[in-house]
């Protein structure tokens, strides 16, 4: 378990020295007033469409297959909106990880928080079940300042990213589990405490079931809340968060406990937490991170990709 962001001098070699100049400008623009940091983020999103060809091909192929009902001028209006919506993430993250508490504040809406109580307040873990929104940063930082929990998170290979990302993510919450702990994540269930779970991307052949995600009837999807709910006797809430239309602050909402889950068998539980999952994208469905391939593991290892 991560509790401490550690800075070593070695993060000031000259290797760094372009990395640090680009942290400086970031913090910079964390100071600007909402409303310009996203038209700004827009901005990038559509520069960024234009350059990065695999990421767009990827994005589009994903809203093809989730969404065939919708004509081809409807995908490509979500497509764009999609990448002027990563664009304003970028600055999600920055003021996730720079903000002061008392701007969050500021910014900020809040639903459902009496079910973490609630459930916290019977002896049960909260296994916060939440989806890949491009705003998802700041949702950590906002639910931080009534309740700190704990993240599982995959550390970064550039070792002054994987100190950046650690010093951001703890301004408020308690800790980091990486993301194959499964027995730290237990611990922290059982004592009680809270932890956020994400079952929307598609981590390979390995204890994944096959199983629809909105029209493609055989999308990979890890089993591992099922398991995590039983050994951690902890209660699943649905999570979600966005930014608001206007672009001037970010809602997160949290649900009730699911009832019956962990339920007969991992297949169904699986199958339950994609309907979740859908009903949660569906809410904004430009803001997901629609640039993963998601379905890249096919059934069978012979089948062919659904991104030719």
């Known amino acids: 378990m991560v509790e401490k962001a550690q800075f070593s001098a070695y993060l000031l070699h000259p290797r760094y020295w372009l990395l640090w100049l680009g942290i400086g400008v970031a913090k910079l623009t964390s100071m600007l007033p909402m409303r310009w940091q996203m038209a700004l983020g827009a901005a990038i999103g559509r520069l960024a469409m234009k350059l990065a ?8 192929r994903n809203l093809e297959l989730c969404f065939p009902e919708k004509s081809a001028a409807q995908q490509q209006q979500l497509l764009q909106r999609n990448f002027e919506e990563t664009g304003k993430a970028i600055f999600d993250t920055i003021n996730a990880w720079w903000w002061s508490d008392a701007r969050i504040q500021q910014h900020m809406q809040i639903k459902g928080q009496e079910y973490v109580q609630q459930t916290l307040d019977v002896g049960q873990g909260v296994i916060l079940f939440a989806v ?32 950046l990302q650690v010093r951001g993510r703890l301004r408020s919450n308690k800790a980091l589990i990486p993301k194959r702990d499964l ?3 237990v611990r922290c269930l059982r004592n009680p405490d809270v932890i956020w779970y994400t079952a929307d991307q598609d981590f390979g052949r390995s204890s994944a079931v096959f199983i629809p995600f909105f029209a493609v009837k055989d999308a990979a999807t890890i089993t591992g809340g099922t398991t995590l709910a039983k050994l951690g006797k902890a209660r699943v809430l649905p999570f979600f968060v966005e930014r608001n239309a206007d672009d001037a602050g970010y809602t997160i909402e949290i649900k009730a406990p699911l009832e ?12 339950r937490g994609n309907h979740i999952i859908e009903e949660l994208i569906g809410r904004n469905i430009p803001q997901y991170m629609w640039l993963h391939r998601r379905f890249k593991t096919r059934p069978e290892p012979t089948d062919p990709s659904l991104y030719q």
């Open 132 to 163: 890949h929104c491009l705003p998802l940063e700041m949702g950590a930082r906002i639910f931080g300042q009534f309740n700190p929990g704990v993240g599982v998170y995959r550390p970064h290979n550039n070792p002054l990213m994987e100190y």
């Open 260 to 271: 019956n889950f962990p339920g007969e068998n991992e297949l169904q539980d699986a199958i």
């Open 183 to 185: 027995r730290q994540m």
């Open 53 to 60: 060809g695999s990421r767009v091909d990827t994005a589009r």
